[in-house]
Nanobody, 124 residues
Framework: VQLQASGGGLVQAGGSLRLSCAVS????????MGWFRQAPGQDREFVAH????????YYADSVKGRFTISRDNAKNTVYLQMNNLAPEDTAIYYC??????????????????WGQGTQVTVSS
């Protein structure tokens, strides 16, 4: 299984970015996906989670109303649309794939595979 994250960059506060995570090697629609982020010196933090069908989504309180997770199962890709970005959103963003028992989606240990991360930097 390979996960390839992309779409990060430098943006001013209030701006938007869309991250993508392309997955190969698995029947993509079967598996839940999540986005986490990690700022320097901090633990990896849950951002958002989506079920295999896309019918259920969950968000961290800190991003609710600003970020939207979605997926295109025909393209084996999960997205994270990030709007109204703030400097505190600056981090490396990672996508993860959960094979089974994904109810603990807020914990990084729930996920079985990870992408390499993409840097998001928000300037004030």
């Amino acid at each position: 299984v390979q996960l390839q994250a992309s779409g990060g960059g430098l943006v001013q506060a209030g701006g938007s970015l869309r991250l993508s995570c392309a997955v190969s090697g698995r029947t993509f629609s079967t598996y839940d996906m999540g986005w986490f982020r990690q700022a320097p010196g901090q633990d990896r933090e849950f951002v958002a989670h989506i079920s295999g069908s896309g019918g259920n989504t969950y968000y961290a309180d800190s991003v609710k109303g600003r970020f939207t997770i979605s997926r295109d199962n025909a393209k084996n890709t999960v997205y994270l649309q990030m709007n109204n970005l703030a400097p505190e959103d600056t981090a490396i963003y990672y996508c993860g794939l959960c094979v089974i028992s994904c109810s603990g989606y807020g914990s990084s240990g729930t996920y079985d595979y990870w992408g390499q991360g993409t840097q998001v930097t928000v300037s004030s």
